[in-house]
């Protein structure tokens, strides 16, 4: 059965402070692994993986994909209050060909 | 930019009633999904549809069943609501690449 686990399911930490949030996944037909973050609407799109160890950055995110051990990390560094939310991994693939979502990871950055 | 519109933010049934949650896009994808997203659980799929009057089930379907009459449109119906189908409900749209662009969701309570 096609799964993504996404490690911790919430972190609590301070602003300043730098974080990783991890997701391991083991889905047939890989195609790309995709994060998103939600706030308390829709989630929007953060990165798109489809490569091993390049790593993709956008300000204080970065994101990078290890295809031989099926995992990634996302990277945010001096937190602030604005990155609290869920962040979502998924991975695009599977017998049907479309997104498997993790289960989230809730993060709080207190001031 | 894809919009992906779902009609209603909040939601208040009770339980046995007949509810459509509809969703409109406005960029001729032909894939539209509708997830449920419950705390811990994730985002977890209930049917797809690849054309217009296309559906197929997803990983949850059961107590569901939608309609996509034209394309642009894609409608979720709870025949008979249960408390057990409270929950933040989102529509999303895939385009020729691998990202989804997801409505506002709905977040319904069934009382």
């Known amino acids: 059965e096609d799964k993504v686990v996404q490690s911790p399911l919430s972190l609590v930490v301070h602003e300043g402070d730098t974080v990783t949030l991890n997701c391991s996944y083991e889905?047939?037909?890989?195609?790309?692994l995709l994060w998103y973050k939600q706030e308390k609407k829709a989630p929007t799109f953060l990165f798109m993986l489809?490569?091993?160890?390049i790593e993709k950055k956008s300000g204080r995110l970065s994101s990078i994909l290890d295809k031989k051990e099926l995992f990634s990390i996302l990277n945010i560094t001096a937190t602030q209050t604005g990155d609290s939310a869920i962040y979502l991994c998924?991975?695009?693939?599977?017998?049907?060909?479309?997104?498997?979502f993790g289960t989230g990871t809730l993060l709080a950055v207190q001031p | 930019d894809v919009k992906v519109t779902q009609s209603s933010r909040y939601l208040v049934k009770r339980t046995g009633e007949k509810v459509f949650l509809e969703c409109v896009q406005d960029?001729?994808?032909?894939?539209m999904f509708w997830y449920r997203q419950d705390p811990g659980l994730g985002l977890r799929l209930i049917y797809f549809?690849?054309?217009?009057?296309?559906?197929e089930k997803g990983d949850i379907p059961e107590g569901y069943s939608v309609s996509r009459e034209k394309k642009e449109r894609f409608s979720l119906i709870l025949e008979s609501a249960s408390t057990n189908q409270t929950s933040m409900y989102l529509c999303?749209?895939?385009?020729?690449?691998?990202?989804?662009?997801f409505g506002s969701g709905t977040r319904l309570t069934v009382v």
């Open positions: 998924a991975v695009y693939g599977g017998a049907t060909n479309k997104l498997i």
């Open positions: 889905v047939t037909n890989f195609r790309s």
């Open positions: 489809t490569s091993s160890g």
């Open positions: 960029m001729d994808h032909e894939n």
């Open positions: 549809s690849y054309d217009v009057k296309m559906k």
């Open positions: 999303a749209t895939k385009g020729v690449n691998y990202g989804y662009t």
